[in-house]
């Protein structure tokens, strides 16, 4: 097993202690998870998969609770920015 | 993992599904290796040693049929079937409204915890602890042992009825040693009591937080702020399952089976009581399901004990009234649906709020603002309906093909 890994959030590379969660990755990128209704940033809140503010997409599949899944190499994360851009 | 670790011990077939991507829930996040917590270790070792098969990252959305649980991950979906089941959905932290607190970085007081232990680096950061409850505590000693700087840990609940906390500790007296262990190493933390967050400040993320300091203002200057009100139980599953509930917790007979056939339930769905009792009633679940009820007697005597601490945690730790009134008109208070407190002051109940605004009706489904608006409004929350969290459409097409009759994909 790598020690660290290697995953892209809106493209750019970010690389992390193997064992990080995707929300951390995200949060190390500077990046917001998602946008709310009325347009505000959001990150993550609850770190525990219940507040489904660190939802983002991960290899194409929408809506993942980033907090509860561990970065893999190569993964590809798109904050809902991005994803509507 | 106690309940599970007992059946399969037990020698009956055993299968444990957890949400978390590795073992341990939220207390053991991340501690596979016991470098702070040996029991952890000790504990994922008995449930590998046990038999027991694993399904980590995988969450239970509903119940098709009795006996049949439908559960996803990422890849997609399964159906698991059960003679018995034991429900150990633990516990989240209760938030409360106050300007700011939708910010980046302005984060449950476990929750920042929980991403620490999933590679968050936080040395050198400042971090605001504030809210109510111990697990305050034990988030200020974890962040500074990892480099954070603790400028102020704010505890609602006043001094008085921290003493008393203090002295009641009495009966558990190990409870007092670990008490008196993070005293010690959080020597230098500032902690005040009678003290809560009024607003957190910031263009992208917090950048300062005010507070009411035992009733003067404050302005402190930090990179996150870490906020939880104590706990609440997560109930959702076992009211999916017709589980009967009574002040917010899952109702269990001495066995701690539900008043659902063959369903128990352990740890804080039943009373908000920390890890130690959390093991003794997962032990007793996981025993009596495997129909070793004379075994499973043998830890009434404990579970009564540690029953005692968590009726104390809820006396002490109580909210006061004060924090009803953090929120401004425009503050938010279902984050998923952006509602604001002044349009939900308009409604009378829970359902028409969800009805008028659709507080509640985004991904979590009510489970931040629920807890929020029961205790800002006394509203009471509706029945639980499936899928009792989302799902892909992959699995609900599943359910649909079977509920017309035809063979599921998988």
Same mark, same amino acid.
């Given at each position: 097993?790598?020690?660290?890994?290697?995953?892209?959030?809106?493209?750019?590379?970010v690389?992390?202690?193997?064992?990080?969660?995707?929300?951390?990755?995200?949060?190390?990128?500077?990046?917001?998870?998602?946008?709310?209704?009325?347009?505000?940033?959001?990150?993550?809140?609850?770190?525990?998969?219940?507040?489904?503010?660190?939802?983002?997409?991960?290899?194409?599949?929408?809506?993942?609770?980033?907090?509860?899944?561990?970065?893999?190499?190569?993964?590809?994360?798109?904050?809902?920015?991005?994803?509507?851009? | 993992?106690?309940?599970?670790?007992?059946?399969?011990e037990?020698?009956?077939?055993?299968?444990?599904?957890?949400?978390?991507?590795?073992?341990?829930?939220?207390?053991?996040?991340?501690?596979?290796?016991?470098?702070?917590?040996?029991?952890a270790?000790?504990?994922?070792?008995?449930?590998?040693?046990?038999?027991?098969?694993?399904?980590?990252?995988?969450?239970?959305?509903?119940?098709?049929?009795?006996?049949?649980?439908? &559960?996803?991950?990422?890849?997609?979906?399964?159906?698991?079937?059960?003679?018995?089941?034991?429900?150990a959905?633990?516990?989240?932290?209760?938030?409360?409204?106050?300007?700011?607190?939708?910010?980046?970085?302005?984060?449950?007081?476990?929750?920042l915890?929980?991403?620490?232990?999933?590679?968050?680096?936080?040395?050198?950061?400042?971090?605001?602890?504030?809210?109510?409850?111990?697990l305050?505590?034990?988030v200020?000693?974890?962040?500074?042992?990892?480099?954070?700087?603790?400028?102020?840990?704010?505890?609602? &609940?006043?001094?008085?009825?921290?003493?008393?906390?203090?002295?009641?500790?009495?009966?558990?007296?190990?409870?007092?040693?670990?008490?008196?262990?993070?005293?010690?190493?959080?020597?230098?933390?500032?902690?005040?009591?009678?003290?809560?967050?009024l607003?957190?400040?910031?263009?992208?993320?917090?950048?300062?937080?005010?507070?009411?300091? &035992?009733?003067?203002?404050?302005?402190?200057?930090?990179?996150?702020?870490?906020?939880?009100?104590?706990?609440?139980?997560?109930?959702?599953?076992?009211?999916?399952?017709?589980?009967?509930?009574?002040?917010?917790?899952?109702?269990?007979?001495?066995?701690?089976e539900t008043?659902?056939?063959?369903?128990?339930?352990?740890?804080?769905?039943?009373?908000?009581g920390?890890?130690?009792?959390?093991?003794?009633?997962?032990?007793?679940?996981?025993?009596?399901?495997?129909?070793?009820?004379?075994? &499973?007697?043998?830890?009434?005597?404990?579970?009564?004990?540690?029953?005692?601490?968590?009726?104390?945690?809820?006396?002490?730790f109580?909210?006061?009234?004060?924090?009803?009134?953090?929120?401004?008109?425009?503050?938010?208070?279902?984050?998923c649906?952006d509602?604001?407190?002044?349009?939900?002051?308009q409604?009378?109940?829970?359902?028409?709020?969800?009805?008028?605004?659709?507080?509640?009706?985004?991904?979590?489904?009510?489970?931040?603002?629920g807890p929020?608006?029961?205790?800002?409004?006394?509203?009471?929350?509706?029945?639980?309906?499936?899928?009792?969290?989302?799902?892909?459409?992959?699995?609900?097409?599943?359910?649909?093909?079977?509920?017309?009759?035809?063979?599921t994909a998988?």
């Amino acid at each position: 097993m790598h020690s660290e890994v290697t995953v892209t959030v809106n493209g750019a590379p970010v690389v992390v202690p193997s064992g990080t969660s995707v929300a951390v990755a995200i949060v190390m990128a500077g990046q917001a998870c998602r946008r709310s209704v009325s347009g505000e940033p959001r990150g993550p809140l609850c770190g525990m998969g219940i507040c489904f503010e660190c939802c983002v997409a991960i290899n194409g599949n929408r809506h993942v609770r980033s907090c509860q899944l561990l970065c893999e190499q190569g993964m590809e994360v798109a904050t809902e920015k991005c994803i509507d851009e | 993992m106690a309940a599970a670790a007992c059946a399969a011990e037990c020698g009956v077939r055993v299968g444990m599904v957890d949400d978390n991507p590795s073992l341990g829930g939220q207390i053991w996040r991340g501690e596979s290796d016991g470098q702070h917590h040996p029991d952890a270790s000790k504990w994922v070792r008995r449930v590998r040693r046990s038999g027991a098969a694993v399904l980590c990252g995988w969450r239970v959305v509903h119940q098709p049929e009795e006996g049949v649980l439908l &559960a996803e991950n990422l890849s997609g979906f399964c159906e698991l079937k059960y003679g018995k089941l034991v429900l150990a959905p633990g516990a989240r932290e209760r938030f409360l409204p106050f300007p700011g607190w939708t910010l980046p970085n302005v984060m449950g007081a476990g929750g920042l915890q929980a991403m620490v232990k999933c590679g968050l680096p936080i040395r050198g950061k400042r971090v605001i602890v504030a809210g109510t409850g111990p697990l305050l505590l034990a988030v200020a000693d974890y962040l500074r042992k990892h480099g954070a700087e603790i400028p102020l840990i704010c505890e609602q &609940a006043c001094w008085r009825s921290l003493a008393k906390f203090g002295l009641a500790l009495v009966r558990w007296p190990a409870k007092i040693v670990q008490g008196l262990r993070l005293k010690f190493d959080l020597a230098g933390v500032p902690l005040a009591a009678n003290s809560w967050p009024l607003a957190a400040h910031g263009e992208t993320t917090v950048e300062r937080v005010t507070v009411s300091r &035992a009733g003067r203002v404050e302005d402190i200057p930090c990179d996150y702020l870490a906020c939880g009100f104590h706990l609440v139980p997560n109930i959702e599953l076992p009211l999916l399952l017709g589980c009967a509930v009574g002040n917010g917790c899952v109702q269990v007979n001495e066995f701690q089976e539900t008043t659902s056939s063959s369903v128990f339930c352990a740890g804080e769905p039943t009373s908000i009581g920390g890890v130690e009792l959390a093991l003794i009633e997962g032990q007793i679940a996981g025993l009596a399901a495997a129909g070793r009820t004379r075994e &499973a007697r043998a830890w009434f005597e404990k579970r009564k004990k540690a029953r005692g601490f968590a009726q104390l945690l809820d006396r002490t730790f109580r909210l006061r009234t004060e924090l009803k009134s953090l929120s401004r008109s425009e503050t938010v208070v279902c984050r998923c649906e952006d509602v604001s407190y002044s349009r939900l002051r308009q409604h009378t109940c829970w359902r028409s709020a969800k009805l008028h605004t659709r507080c509640g009706m985004g991904s979590c489904q009510g489970r931040v603002c629920g807890p929020m608006t029961q205790f800002l409004f006394k509203w009471k929350p509706d029945s639980v309906r499936p899928p009792v969290f989302p799902a892909r459409v992959e699995s609900l097409a599943a359910l649909a093909r079977q509920l017309e009759g035809q063979p599921t994909a998988k």
